[in-house]
């Protein structure tokens, strides 16, 4: 079950505010063991919102085994936001939440006749997708749908 962000940053106050569990739960109705992933050992949470990672087009996320030759731009540019990207990730660990607001894929590139797009296979940029999550190593992801031009309508 998806818990509103107005909840949530209510039990991040609450827990601040030196709150129970118990007290939280009740008044967020989120289950104490969700609110336990959201509270590391420090009893801190460290969310992570991620969006639009457009994985498979030439200019979005891309994991080293996918990317272009690093000689043109894009396989340059490829290589840069990975490397921010996983250094970025690292120095925000731990992290007990990661939300990813849609758009994890760029999917086919109908409109530019894929021409921009490293791979078409949604499937292959699935897994770009889950290498890119797997870095960020959350106790809870959360996700939602991105538009129907990325995700495609037939695979919902």
Avoid at 16 to 44: A, V, W
Avoid at 120 to 142: G, P
Wanted: net charge negative; glycine share 8%; charged share 20%.
């Amino acid at each position: 079950m998806a818990h509103s962000t107005e909840n949530i940053a209510l039990a991040l106050d609450l827990h601040r505010m030196g709150k129970s569990l118990k007290d939280i739960s009740e008044q967020t109705r989120i289950p104490e063991r969700t609110l336990r992933y959201y509270f590391n050992h420090s009893g801190n949470a460290r969310v992570l919102v991620l969006s639009d990672l457009h994985c498979g087009h030439r200019a979005g996320l891309t994991p080293p085994q996918h990317q272009l030759n690093i000689a043109s731009k894009w396989g340059k540019l490829q290589k840069e936001v990975w490397d921010w990207f996983e250094r970025t990730v690292e120095n925000l660990k731990p992290i007990t939440h990661c939300f990813v607001m849609g758009d994890i894929i760029d999917g086919k590139g109908d409109r530019s006749g894929g021409t921009e797009q490293i791979t078409t296979d949604r499937n292959v940029q699935i897994e770009m997708a889950c290498e890119a999550l797997s870095l960020v190593q959350a106790s809870v992801y959360t996700m939602v749908y991105g538009t129907p031009y990325h995700t495609g309508s037939g695979e919902d």
